[in-house]
């Protein structure tokens, strides 16, 4: 192609939030306590990787847990004013957060890898070899 | 302001202005605390992934904007599978009043939370009179 865009990786996700904006992929996971914090989940190859916004919070205030194919993240986010300040606006919310998802593939849970900076946290998750697709062979 | 603070997911607002940008990306509002203290007025913002290098501070006409991109190119090579938030780049103006030094404007970037901080101009701090 003459001209590539460099947006495209971006816009194809932003197609996707459309699309699935009123989806239930994971809503109705019955574990965990609610949807904080929001996750993109992607395919690189055969591995996951689930990237979520969780902006305020420090690294070692996070916790995550991976088993088969359930992921947990959870944590607390302060929001902290000095004594004596007077609030003019508010719109940041503070508060614990515990999420579970499940998803539909197995993960190699001891090459699992997490990656936190700025305020994104990246959970790398190796698809398990037991559970990767095997080619046959046609005789 | 009388809502809950409990911790939820905010969706994100896009960013509406009158004047249109020639890139196509998606700007979005970041989620802001305001709070003065006796000394400084205070601006938190919220803009999770972004790196110190891509926020651009600046003061116009007594308005201070700010814009805070996304490196994109770590989502190449990503598939979207599912989504629940928007990825784009962030922008907010504020119109600053008259009392703030406006060379005395500090900013820290920690976790993806962007902190100004906005001295008051020395004619503004409240004075104590002394009773002669």
Same mark, same amino acid.
């Not at chain 2, 809502?3 to 020639?22: H, P």
């Not at chain 2, 962030?90 to 009392?99: E, I, P, Q, V």
């Given at each position: 192609?003459?001209?590539?865009?460099?947006?495209?990786?971006?816009?194809?996700?932003?197609?996707?939030?459309?699309?699935?904006?009123?989806?239930?992929?994971?809503?109705?996971?019955?574990?965990?306590?609610?949807?904080?914090?929001?996750?993109?989940?992607?395919?690189?190859?055969?591995?996951?990787?689930?990237?979520?916004?969780?902006?305020?919070? #420090?690294?070692?205030?996070?916790?995550?847990?991976?088993?088969?194919?359930?992921? +947990?993240? &959870?944590?607390? @986010? !302060?929001?902290?004013?000095?004594?004596?300040?007077?609030?003019?606006?508010?719109?940041?919310?503070?508060?614990?957060?515990?999420?579970?998802?499940?998803?539909?593939?197995?993960?190699?849970?001891?090459?699992? #890898?997490?990656?936190?900076?700025?305020?994104?946290?990246?959970?790398?998750?190796? +698809?398990? &070899?037991?559970? @990767? !697709?095997?080619?046959?062979?046609?005789? | 302001?009388?809502?809950?603070?409990?911790?939820?997911?905010?969706?994100?607002?896009?960013?509406?202005?009158?004047?249109?940008?020639?890139?196509?990306?998606?700007?979005?509002?970041?989620?802001?605390?305001?709070?003065?203290?006796?000394?400084?007025?205070?601006?938190?913002?919220?803009?999770?992934?972004?790196?110190?290098?891509?926020?651009?501070?600046?003061?116009?006409?007594?308005?201070?904007?700010?814009?805070?991109?996304?490196?994109?190119?770590?989502?190449?090579?990503?598939?979207?599978?599912?989504?629940?938030?928007?990825?784009?780049?962030?922008?907010?103006?504020?119109?600053?009043?008259?009392?703030?030094?406006?060379?005395?404007?500090?900013?820290?970037?920690?976790?993806?939370?962007?902190?100004?901080?906005?001295?008051?101009?020395?004619?503004?701090?409240?004075?104590?009179?002394?009773?002669?």
């Amino acid at each position: 192609m003459l001209l590539t865009d460099p947006f495209d990786t971006l816009l194809n996700l932003q197609r996707a939030l459309d699309a699935l904006a009123d989806g239930d992929w994971l809503e109705t996971s019955p574990s965990g306590t609610g949807p904080y914090p929001p996750l993109n989940v992607f395919r690189k190859g055969d591995d996951y990787v689930v990237i979520t916004e969780v902006a305020g919070i #420090k690294k070692s205030d996070l916790e995550i847990q991976v088993n088969n194919n359930t992921i +947990r993240v &959870a944590g607390k @986010k !302060p929001v902290d004013y000095p004594e004596k300040a007077s609030l003019h606006r508010r719109e940041r919310l503070a508060g614990a957060f515990d999420r579970t998802i499940t998803i539909p593939v197995q993960i190699d849970a001891d090459h699992a #890898k997490a990656e936190y900076h700025d305020g994104i946290l990246a959970l790398y998750l190796p +698809r398990a &070899a037991a559970d @990767k !697709p095997k080619p046959i062979n046609i005789r | 302001m009388a809502a809950s603070q409990e911790l939820a997911v905010q969706k994100k607002k896009e960013l509406t202005t009158k004047e249109e940008k020639t890139v196509p990306a998606r700007y979005f509002v970041p989620n802001a605390d305001i709070y003065e203290t006796d000394d400084a007025i205070t601006v938190v913002l919220e803009v999770p992934g972004v790196e110190k290098k891509d926020i651009d501070i600046k003061i116009e006409n007594d308005v201070v904007r700010i814009e805070a991109r996304i490196d994109f190119s770590k989502y190449d090579g990503l598939d979207p599978i599912y989504s629940e938030y928007n990825v784009g780049h962030y922008a907010r103006a504020f119109t600053l009043s008259d009392r703030i030094d406006q060379n005395g404007i500090g900013a820290e970037l920690n976790d993806g939370v962007l902190t100004l901080t906005l001295k008051k101009a020395k004619e503004a701090l409240p004075r104590r009179i002394a009773i002669q």
